[in-house]
Nanobody
């Protein structure tokens, strides 16, 4: 079993930056692909970014490419999402998740955190 806890969300002005963290406990993350997803009110959960177990391969959703960066520190059992040039449409609850396979599909992720709210004001 893997427990995931997100932190780092908050309120930021458009154009600003935030860094989300996802700390894991229960098992080490070094065998899992880690992903970030987000869900805005009234919308489906959306893929944001993913990183494979070694950190050597990353994937990004089209809406965040060039602005967000996912990284991981397996020694600290933590995954990060650096978000730059934030836009009001980035406002959502951001979730960290872990998958046994390398995937960007929501259904492939076995473990989920509780989420952290990110609000970008215009």
């Amino acid at each position: 079993q893997v427990q995931l806890v997100e932190s780092g969300g908050g309120l930021v002005q458009a154009g600003g930056s935030l860094r989300l963290s996802c700390a894991a406990s229960g098992r080490t993350l070094n065998r899992y692909t880690m992903g970030w997803f987000r869900q805005a009110p009234g919308k489906e959960r959306e893929f944001v970014a993913a990183i494979n177990w070694s950190g050597g391969i990353t994937y990004y959703g089209d809406s965040v490419k060039g602005r967000f960066t996912i990284s991981r520190d397996n020694a600290k059992n933590t995954v990060y999402l650096q978000m730059n040039s934030l836009k009001p449409e980035d406002t959502a609850v951001y979730y960290c998740a872990a998958a046994r396979t390398t995937s960007i599909a929501t259904k492939e992720y076995d473990y989920w955190g509780q989420g952290t709210q990110v609000t970008v004001s215009s």
